[in-house]
């Protein structure tokens, strides 16, 4: 069983930067990613990092402002949001797994969610 635990979550106003993390116990050697699902929306994809490599993944909207990046040590996910846009405003989720995708059905595990806002 692998548990993950979000933070760094906020309100900000666009333009402005948020770091979220992601922590995970249990098993270590499993592809990490983030899905957001804004009000009457489905859940997307965002960005992913896989366990054994530096290979990334993004949505294309966030291509350029977002970056992922992971620490194996501390078995911790980082995305680091930056020139954020009021359209980013959702619930980001944190997920993980043995295998990945942009589809949610892709991956096994995941967090329990952190509200981000973002202002005019």
């Known amino acids: 069983q692998v548990q993950l635990v979000e933070s760094g979550g906020g309100l900000v106003q666009a333009g402005g930067s948020l770091r979220l993390s992601c922590a995970a116990s249990?098993?270590?050697?499993?592809?990490m990613g983030w899905f957001r699902q804004a009000p009457g929306k489905e859940r997307e994809f965002v960005a992913a990092r896989m366990w054994s490599s530096v290979s990334t993944a993004y949505e294309d909207s966030v291509k350029g402002r977002f970056t992922i990046s992971r620490d194996n040590a501390r078995n911790t996910v980082y995305l680091q949001m930056n020139s954020l846009k009021p359209e980013d405003t959702a619930v980001y989720y944190c997920a993980a797994g043995t295998s990945w995708g942009t589809m949610p059905s892709a991956w096994r595990y995941w967090g329990q969610g952190t509200q981000v806002t973002v202002s005019l």
């Open positions: 249990g098993r270590t050697y499993i592809h």
